[in-house]
């Protein structure tokens, strides 16, 4: 739950400061619909996640301790390496983890 610190009224917006510091604002749209925007994101509840955000590939299980916690960047999982080359028969040689 937010507390409410002030409402203003400016060109047929409605702008609620709320006590995180953010503000939320409703406007009319030409078709008479009401749009409601936060000007920047809203985190409820959670801990930060500070842990890693880039993962660099294994072949065991890697575990991120993100349950419950609120995730404010993207997370990059570098994928394996993989090359392939043709051989002698004819066919393709590929090469999981690189040459």
């Given at each position: ?27 009319l ?23 890693q ?6 072949f ?36 999981i983890g690189?040459?």
């Amino acid at each position: 739950m937010f507390d409410l610190e002030s409402i203003d009224v400016v060109d047929s917006s409605l702008t609620f400061e709320l006590d995180a510091g953010e503000p939320l604002i409703f406007w009319l749209d030409d078709d008479r619909s009401l749009t409601v925007e936060l000007a920047a994101p809203l985190y409820i509840g959670g801990d930060i996640y500070n842990g890693q955000v880039v993962v660099e590939p294994t072949f065991e299980s890697t575990t991120l301790s993100t349950k419950n916690k609120v995730v404010k960047s993207d997370i990059l999982v570098n994928p394996i390496r993989v090359e392939q080359t043709t051989n002698e028969s004819g066919g393709i040689t590929v090469y999981i983890g690189g040459i």
